[in-house]
């Protein structure tokens, strides 16, 4: 069954979660299609994400991210922004890094406010 059919019996598939690449002028694009995805910079939200840690994937159904987005799909397909590790308040204040496992396996921290994670994880 596609990923897109099953909207249609009321189960949210969960969101392909992607690097973003960039395109010679630097611009940040979909990494499945090439579209420039710039303008959709901002928080995400990832549905039933792979949260490295148990206690994190048990509390959460769906993690708030900042990032980029490609709507060019019939799925969902988010590309989160890369943070250099747990400390993401050199990034945007308030925002904590969490680790999640991306659609090609590999382990990468991304940005979530912080108090989604203090009002799940205590
Ligand atoms: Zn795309």
Request: glycine letters at 8%; charged letters at 30%.
């Amino acid at each position: 069954m596609s990923r897109a059919g099953l909207g249609r019996f009321g189960i949210v598939p969960p969101t392909v979660v992607r690097e973003p690449t960039r395109d010679a002028e630097n611009i940040p694009v979909c990494p499945e299609c090439g579209h420039p995805v710039v303008k959709s910079k901002g928080s995400q939200r990832i549905e039933k994400p792979d949260l490295v840690h148990v206690a994190l994937t048990a509390a959460f159904d769906e993690l708030i991210t900042f990032g980029w987005r490609c709507e060019r799909h019939p799925y969902e397909i988010v590309l989160p922004m890369r943070v250099g590790g747990e400390d993401a308040s050199a990034f945007v204040d308030g925002w904590t890094g969490v680790e999640i496992r991306f659609s090609d396996e590999h382990v990468r921290h991304v940005a979530t406010p912080e108090r989604e994670v203090s009002e799940h994880v205590e």
